[in-house]
């Protein structure tokens, strides 16, 4: 039986491009933790009201149609980088955005528990780097948690399906959501689920497979180029290519209908046609999935299962494409959209040694290569300089700590540059920067060659930790320095974090308990834009009866008024050629 007054003391959330859930681990197992509208799923959407108000979730995501200059979505892509996202009258960054979709799941959570709940595991693609990593975790303090951990979401992911099997098995997670693709195998035996190995791609997810669309769209209705500088326009036809999207979830055949200003779009559209429009993003799957397999060292038939996680993997090709690639039909014993919710909530478990969870341990690793750049002697008189020395190999088991030496290339050398990148490319130009710094070498005897230590130390979230001692022969000859990660536009200082605490806890927040009235209001302004002029009469009619009778404050006349707004928009969907 439910113990009433249990309260989580760690939270487990995935932070989606297109949704968040939020969950904790409660009487041995995860539970899903529902939003103010009763649902699990919270699309990942901001948008500023007309009354200046900020409004998260399904109310947000109506609004992407209706109101697009008040409305930002997709921004978990912007992470990590000094893009900003404009919002009405101000301009946000990607985590203070994320930020406040985490507090609202946080504020779900309390009105769940009573409580606030202040520890919190996020899951991050496991492809995401490190700028990418610190700006998540930014994200959760500014949105007020105070100990925040991150998790790769497939092995979430894994961490979820493992709880149901049995040892000894070699899983693939096919993980492909909005806007990341991450494939990761994984072992469990004895009771240890081991990741063996990571790879992805955090620039491919949905939103690419709706660009193909939108662009088939284009030609295929004879659309004029000057369209895509229509802001309107290309909301509603993004939407309209989405939900195409999803009907073909089922097989079949779909039609995107629509008009826009004089234009209409009338197209019928079949999984075949899915299939070759999104060809490009099917090939980009490929190539992760090779070198996960490849570095792992299996071959794809010692595999029990392969786990989908990601709105995405609900995609008819691309369920088919993985039955091609691995000969066997992907598991569908978990819900792709809960997964890696669900492993937060086992993390979470993890963390706070639920009795359940004693027997499981879980190891992850590092999904890519760290080092540092390097020179090398080509000849006698020739240098070559730019190579990358890799300290953390990728596939790395993390927690790692790994020391290498480096000796000055020229012998009146007084310092040695620690330039740190991430990535498999042989030169470090094709790599990522992630920052440098300088360290002196000491002055010794003739015989006591001066050189440098360098330590990288990954730690469980995928941070990375970088200190270089000088030293002579087996000693340290100086202090230890370390890595200030130096393109600070793309990072926030622990001061600006608490500076966009304040900023964001000063912003004035759609009541909770409004929310259902106000989602309703936004879906049906929302299906207001899409009818055409004479079809609008009754529900426009009907959005205001139900202002008015919300000005009246009598629950009773507001609950008739919100059945009667559901009906029309019921009818008016049913009505309409464009579907919901
Ligand atoms: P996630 O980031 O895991 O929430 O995945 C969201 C992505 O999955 C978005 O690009 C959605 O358009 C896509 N998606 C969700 N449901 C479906 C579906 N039934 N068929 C195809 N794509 C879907």
């Known amino acids: 039986m439910s113990d009433s007054s249990f309260v989580p003391a760690v939270v487990g959330i995935d932070l989606g491009t297109t949704n968040s859930l939020v969950a904790c681990w409660q009487d041995g197992r995860p539970r899903l933790i529902p939003n103010a509208l009763g649902q699990t799923l919270t699309p990942s959407v901001v948008s500023v009201d007309d009354d200046g108000s900020y409004l998260i979730g399904a109310a947000a995501k109506d609004r992407l149609q209706s109101h697009p200059e008040q409305t930002v979505a997709s921004f ?9 996202f404009r919002l009405g009258q101000r301009s946000f960054r990607a985590e203070e955005l994320s930020a406040l979709v985490l507090k609202s799941l946080r504020a779900d959570v309390r009105a769940a528990f009573g409580q606030d709940v202040n520890r919190a595991v996020i899951t991050v693609p496991a492809y995401f780097s490190d700028a990418q990593r610190t700006a998540t975790r930014n994200a959760g303090l500014i949105a007020g948690f105070t100990e925040v951990s991150l998790l790769n979401e497939p092995t979430a992911a894994a961490l979820a399906y493992g709880l149901n099997e049995h040892d000894d098995s070699q899983f693939l997670v096919f993980d492909f959501g909005g806007g990341t693709f991450d494939v990761s195998i994984l072992e469990l035996f004895a009771g240890v689920m081991e990741v063996r190995a990571t790879a992805g791609d955090n620039q491919l997810g949905g939103d690419d497979v ?47 209908a629509f008009q826009h200003d004089g234009h209409t779009v009338d197209l019928s559209l079949s999984v075949d046609q899915l299939e070759r429009i999104i060809q490009p993003v099917l090939e980009r799957l490929r190539h992760p999935v090779e070198t996960a397999i490849r570095d792992a060292r ?24 993985v039955t091609r690639l691995f000969g066997q039909f992907p598991s569908a014993s978990l819900n792709p959209d809960e997964v890696v919710a669900l492993g937060a909530a086992v993390q979470a478990g993890l963390k706070v040694n639920a009795v359940e969870l004693s027997e499981r341990v879980m190891t992850d690793v590092c999904p890519y290569t760290l080092g540092i750049a390097t020179s090398q002697q080509l000849s006698a008189d020739r240098m070559s300089h730019g190579f990358m020395a890799a300290i953390l190999p990728r596939n790395t088991v993390i927690p790692a700590s790994r020391v290498q030496s480096f000796a000055p290339v020229r012998p009146d050398q007084t310092r040695i540059d620690v330039r ?40 469980v979230d995928g941070l990375l930790e970088v200190e270089a001692t000088p030293m002579l022969g087996q000693d340290a000859a100086g202090k230890p320095q370390r890595l200030v990660i130096q393109n600070s536009e793309e990072r926030l200082s622990p001061e600006q974090v608490r500076e966009r605490l304040q900023a964001l806890a000063a912003l004035k927040m759609h009541p909770r308990e409004r929310m259902e009235v106000r989602a309703l209001l936004a879906r049906a302004e929302r299906l207001f834009t899409q009818l055409s002029l004479d079809e609008r009469d009754r529900l426009g009619h009907a959005i205001t009866r139900f202002e008015l009778e919300l000005e009246s404050q009598d629950q009773t006349r507001i609950d008739a008024a919100a059945e009667q707004l559901r009906r029309v928009i019921r009818d008016c969907e049913a009505d309409s050629p464009l579907g919901a």
């Open 76 to 84: 978990k892509r912007g992470m990590g980088t000094a893009t900003m």
């Open 210 to 256: 709706d660009a193909c669309l939108e662009r088939w769209v284009m030609e295929s209705a004879r659309l004029p180029e000057s369209l895509r500088r229509d802001e309107r326009f290309l909301t509603k036809l993004s939407a309209r290519c989405e939900s195409a999207k999803r009907a073909l979830s089922a097989g079949g055949t779909t039609t995107i």
């Open 298 to 321: 299996i071959g794809v038939k010692d595999l029990s299962a392969v786990v989908l996680a990601g709105g995405s993997s609900r995609l008819m090709p691309v369920r088919q494409l």
């Open 420 to 459: 740190v990148y991430q990535g498999e490319a042989r030169m470090v130009r094709d790599n990522i920067a992630l920052g440098s710094f300088h360290v002196d070498l000491p002055r010794g005897r003739a015989d006591e060659a001066p050189h440098v230590n360098v330590r990288f130390t990954y730690d």
